[in-house]
């Protein structure tokens, strides 16, 4: 009977947040940026988000946590000077470890992250190409709108907003919820679907933000429960 329980346990795991941090991770003029992340040590299949920023064009060569190798989910650049990219890492490391943001040159780097429990590690990226699952929008009018077609009952989404002037806002309530550790009324932040719940049935889903200025950008990616 106890063995039967995990069982159902293990199917009927539902994805939860963990930890996330914000845009006070920053440096500039820099070519790398080392931050300290914790995911929870009781954590179960996580995954983890790294939304990454550099100006002047420059490019985010690489990001490690825990010295292990992140992959790249994309990329997007609008207004003519920051870049933006999305990465993740599935079965991370628990605990208190570094997270290290390179650059491709000297300037301002950016940091924002998020963890989440009860992930399936095998449904996001294949080999590190893109699959239906994850989206990139770039615009200068507001509101900013990206729409991601989910591949699993039960999914979450995951979006890095950008406003690089600042006074970020969320478009739809509903659909989206600040992750962030502040109230993402700033140039960087992570957003989530929690407030409306675990994505069913699989289908499309759209979130957005609001900002004044110009570069727009959201960055979305779709994750399954275990």
């Known amino acids: 009977p106890e063995q039967v329980k995990q069982t159902e346990d293990l199917v009927n795991a539902a994805i939860a947040r963990d930890q996330a941090n914000d845009q006070g991770n920053n440096c500039s003029p820099c070519t790398s940026l080392t931050t300290s992340f914790t995911i929870t040590s009781t954590t179960t299949d996580p995954i983890l988000f790294v939304g990454g920023a550099t100006n002047g064009l420059r490019f985010i060569t690489n990001v490690t946590y825990a010295g292990a190798n992140m992959t790249r989910i994309s990329t997007s650049t609008n207004d003519g000077n920051y870049v933006h990219t999305l990465w993740y890492k599935n079965a991370p490391a628990t605990g208190a470890n570094n997270v290290v943001i390179s650059g491709s040159a000297s300037g301002l780097i ?117």
């Open 110 to 226: 950016v940091g924002v992250f998020a963890s989440y429990t009860d992930v399936n590690a095998n449904v996001i990226y294949t080999g590190g190409s893109p699959t239906d699952n994850a989206s990139t929008t770039a615009s200068d009018s507001s509101p900013l709108r990206n729409t991601v077609t989910t591949i699993a009952d039960n999914s979450w989404m995951v979006m890095l907003g950008v406003v690089p002037g600042g006074g970020m806002g969320i478009d739809n309530t509903a659909s989206t919820t600040c992750f962030s550790t502040d109230t993402c009324n700033q140039s960087w932040a992570i957003f989530d679907n929690k407030g409306n719940g675990a994505i069913t049935p699989a289908k499309a889903y759209q979130m957005g933000i609001t900002g004044g200025g110009t570069g727009l950008n959201n960055l979305m990616a779709s994750f399954s429960p275990v």
